[in-house]
């Protein structure tokens, strides 16, 4: 269970996915966990998978809630950081530290997968078990209506001490 007192946020923006539309990057999985999610997400980014994620985003009934976009602007991809009230990164195997440290440092609460580095910063809490859409799904239902309650400030205190 999530300690509640540990972290708040005032945050109010979308819920966001960010990397390559790529194999291991998971959101296959995060796309297929958020059907019965009462919220919207955003995937950002591009790459050979797009098309197969549109179809899988249709075939699940989900063109309401999900949504992709190709951004290749970093001031629009800062914008979308800065606003986010989530970040979502459902990685498979290898853990894109670079997107970690920038959600920190915009204070965004994090959901990921445990994976090696994530889980040296991340409360476990907030980590589903790799390719596990049960998993995934369990956290993300967990974690979304506690979202205004979390900020990060101290995680990313700790991490700039420790790293």
């Known amino acids: 269970m999530v300690n509640r007192e540990k972290f708040k946020s005032t945050r109010k923006g979308e819920i966001i996915s960010v990397g390559p539309l790529e194999d291991n990057s998971g959101f296959d999985l995060l796309i297929q966990s958020w059907v019965d999610i009462n919220e919207k997400l ?3 980014g591009k790459g050979s998978q797009e098309s197969m994620l549109k179809e899988l985003i249709n075939s699940n009934g989900l063109e309401n809630k999900i949504n992709i976009e190709i951004i290749d602007s970093s001031k629009k991809i ?5 606003d986010a009230r989530c970040i979502i990164i459902p990685y498979l195997k290898d853990e894109n530290l670079n997107l970690i440290h920038q959600a920190l ?3 965004i609460p994090i959901i990921g997968t445990n994976l090696n580095e994530i889980s040296k910063i991340i409360p476990k809490e907030f ?3 790799p390719k596990d859409i049960n998993s995934l799904k369990s ?3 967990e974690i979304i209506p ?3 309650q979390f900020d990060l400030s101290a995680i990313k205190k700790a991490v700039i001490e420790n790293y």
């Open 105 to 107: 440092n915009y204070e």
């Open 78 to 82: 800062s914008k979308k950081f800065h």
């Open 139 to 141: 956290v993300i239902k």
């Open 146 to 148: 506690l979202l205004s």
């Open 127 to 129: 980590l589903a078990k």
């Open 42 to 44: 955003e995937i950002i």
